[in-house]
């Protein structure tokens, strides 16, 4: 047989497919076929598929084409302290980690931030992840490491005026620069976002000045924390709203465009407005298992969400503070987390599939460009050895990917049709080169800081020479605002 295309650029034939269509179509031995950045055919493989006339022609035998996977929430500036602060005390967390990018807003470690974008593309690029969403102090860096990797990438940096010292009009200017410097960049696969941080460190002003603001740039996503903490609804009352997302449709911001992360304290009636008002949710297991300062909280409610056709994404957030890049790992734990509080069965394998891949798509407004194999949309697939005893037998696919597979099984990585990994060679990086320069940072930012990473933990500065460092005004401000509220309340009862 010969493909609709005369001489396509890529053809994968007689692999499992596992296509992600409204569908769920499924290929037990299935071709697909790319010709200048765009998914061709996806269907049964017939004979003559190997002899197809293309300058790539992979034999699939013994392995599983899906898409690639869409981390839709994450921070990776720091990526060069994974194992290194993940047992701090949460206090201690919070400060030493607040001095760090109070100096990062500053415009310091410059070297830091380059390394870790590095080296967090490389190994996401490694692990099948091939589009991410992250808010970080310094975007312009990711943009252009990412870029330059062949990834596809949201960036934008956070806003706010209750936790940085930075005055708001220069933090205004930053986001304007990096919107019309990088949306839309790199072919399109890097774009902006606006981001202002949560909803428990931003003033009403705040907030009415970035929704003013993303009125200017309409296909630019707003990006936030949203009901992450019991604290958010207090402080949206203290902003002279009924609750947090009041203060958004306020304003203007509850709309489509909102990629919320967390919204682990929503109501009912939280789940019925963001229905309503078709906004996407980022959900973050491993986080919030790893870091829980309140055991009593509750869980992101993911299976109302969804039953509400709310796009629900998987984020890894801030991988550097529960050590892992596994962002197939983030399926399972969303499995463990809602079975440990509903009880068993709350996800289906094929439902945590989707959340890595479509509904993650989705959750970006960008499910009509990637996000599942079908005809059209933009070659980005990787493909997965199946060729170890422990995925023998091939039961269900759908378990082997949420419950087993390892970012080590990825073996291969297309993104707009552009091989970006082959076989585990990554073709837009040299490994050794990111490691050298990574570690060379470390050693430069011990000299800069006094902190210290060993290979049996970490020695910090004092906490007071941290504290010095420690953004001020702004949380003072956030702190004063919400014991104030919380006094009127209590004086209510």
């Known amino acids: ?110 070297y830091l931030i380059e390394a870790g974008y590095e080296l967090a593309a490389l190994n996401f690029l490694n692990g099948g992840v091939t589009m991410i969403n992250s808010m970080d102090m310094r975007p312009t860096l990711g943009a252009e490491v990412f870029g330059e990797a062949g990834l596809r990438a949201f960036f934008g940096a956070p806003i706010s005026d209750l936790f940085w010292d930075i005055p708001l009009d ?3 200017t930053r986001a304007q620069k990096f919107i019309h410097d990088y949306h839309r960049t790199y072919d399109g696969r890097i774009r902006a976002t606006i981001c202002p941080h949560d909803d428990w460190t931003c003033t009403r002003e705040l907030w009415e000045r970035t929704a003013d603001f993303a009125a200017e740039y309409p296909d630019v996503l707003v990006h936030t924390h949203l009901l992450e903490l019991e604290e958010s609804n207090m402080m949206a009352r203290a902003n002279g709203a009924a609750d947090s997302l009041d203060l958004l449709d306020d304003v203007g911001l509850l709309d489509d465009r909102l990629i ?49 056709s709310i796009d629900v994404g998987l984020g890894i957030d801030d991988h550097n503070w529960h050590d892992s890049y596994n962002f197939f790992g983030e399926a399972r734990q969303a499995r463990l987390a809602a079975n440990l509080e509903w009880g068993t069965g709350q996800f289906t394998s094929k439902e945590l599939v989707r959340m890595l891949t479509i509904e993650g798509a989705r959750a970006l407004n960008v499910g009509d460009e990637i996000g599942s194999l079908e005809a ?17 037998p091939v039961n269900n696919v759908f378990a082997h990917v949420v419950n087993q597979t390892n970012p080590t099984d990825v073996e291969t990585a297309f993104v707009d049709g552009n091989t970006v990994m082959r076989g585990g060679d990554v073709k837009t990086f040299h490994p050794p080169a990111v490691v050298d320069r990574v570690e060379d940072a470390m050693e430069q930012f011990e000299a800069d800081t006094g902190w210290t990473f060993n290979i049996d933990g970490i020695e910090t500065p004092s906490t007071l020479s941290v504290l010095r460092d420690v953004p001020k005004r702004g949380p003072m401000k956030m702190f004063a605002q919400l014991l104030l509220q919380s006094t009127k309340e209590k004086l209510r009862i």
Not at 376 to 392: C, E, H, N, Y
């Open 170 to 172: 220069e933090q205004l």
């Open 260 to 308: 919320a992360a967390h919204f682990r304290m929503a109501s009912d009636e939280d789940v019925r407005r963001m229905s309503k008002a078709d906004a996407s949710i980022a959900h973050c297991p491993s986080v919030f298992c790893y870091w829980n300062p309140d055991p009593d909280a509750q869980w992101t409610p993911v299976l109302e969400l969804r039953a509400a």
């Open 376 to 392: 059209g949309k933009r070659a980005d697939l990787i493909v997965l050895d199946l060729g170890t005893p422990k995925f023998v």
């Open 1 to 110: 047989m010969t493909s609709s295309v005369t001489h396509p650029d890529t053809v994968i034939h007689d692999a499992i497919v596992l296509t992600v269509n409204d569908e769920q179509d499924l290929f037990e031995k299935g071709t697909v076929v790319i010709d200048d950045g765009q998914l061709i055919e996806i269907r049964p493989s017939v004979a003559g598929d190997a002899d197809i006339d293309a300058d790539l022609v992979i034999d699939g035998t013994g392995k599983l084409v899906m898409p690639g996977l869409v981390n839709v929430h994450t921070h990776l500036e720091l990526t060069p302290f994974i194992g290194g602060v993940s047992e701090l005390g949460f206090a201690e967390l919070w400060i030493y980690l607040s001095a760090v990018y109070s100096r990062i807003g500053d415009g310091d470690f410059e």
